[in-house]
């Protein structure tokens, strides 16, 4: 009997990277995969070929627990429940370095904080972004950097990392360690806090620097404060720019 492989990704180009390593490794030998995304991301993902359909792992957790003995979660939006965690060998592809910012933008974080930025593979249990990991790799933040910098390092840590250990993670063949400190989780709730800026807040050139920098992402807006006559939110992002001696 083959090994059931499920995928579950929102992003495009990382659905597109793992099922050419599946082929590249001629996979389809010993494994089926099969390709879903979060509810809300099929639209999104419309170019891909072949095409994804929408899988609710909360709602279908019992038949998901049973119709698979591998489940690579590459960017998914989604939580996993307790029932196919404890009966699926999971693994997570994340965008961080486990245990520093787990949960939502560990690179918007890290800028901020100064915690270790990278990526890291591991196994999923039953709290965010945590379990044992497999392998992991860290990237520089230079002083200059925005998140929309620091975002394409992380990525290509991500892939460098899956495709050397692509066969080791779908046969299961590796060993696991455990972070040696707790680390920190932030929620989505602390991002969206994290974006307001308090005009009134005290506090250094180097704070304030770092804080616009990790929220400057085209095209995207972030980092705003408010208009105390009109209430309107008004953005602010920054451009920094290194020129050697």
Request: hydrophobic share 35%.
């Amino acid at each position: 009997m083959k090994l059931r492989i499920l995928l579950i990704s929102d992003i495009g180009f990382q659905i597109d990277h793992f099922r050419k390593l599946f082929a590249d490794n001629n996979c389809e030998v010993f494994a089926e995969l099969t390709v879903h995304c979060s509810p809300g991301s099929e639209s999104e993902l419309k170019n891909v070929l072949p095409a994804v359909s929408e899988l609710n792992i909360k709602v279908n957790a019992s038949k998901i627990a049973r119709s698979f003995d591998l489940i690579v979660s590459y960017h998914c939006r989604q939580l996993f429940p307790n029932e196919v965690v404890k009966n699926v060998r999971c693994v997570n592809i994340h965008p961080g370095f486990n245990p520093y910012n787990r949960g939502w933008y560990p690179g918007v974080f890290s800028i901020s904080n100064g915690l270790p930025i990278g990526a890291t593979i591991h196994e999923i249990d039953d709290l965010i972004d945590n379990g044992p990991i497999i392998v992991q790799k860290q990237v520089d933040i230079l002083p200059e950097d925005t998140s929309g910098d620091v975002y394409p390092k992380i990525i290509a840590a991500e892939k460098e990392l899956l495709e050397e250990w692509f066969l080791k993670i779908i046969k299961g063949d590796y060993t696991t360690f455990l972070p040696t400190e707790e680390g920190n989780l932030n929620y989505k709730k602390d991002y969206y806090n994290f974006q307001k800026l308090d005009l009134d807040q005290v506090c250094s050139t180097r704070e304030v620097i770092d804080k616009l920098r990790s929220l400057t992402h085209p095209p995207y807006k972030n980092a705003y404060f408010i208009d105390d006559k009109t209430g309107d939110k008004i953005y602010i992002s920054v451009n920094l720019e290194r020129r050697p001696q």
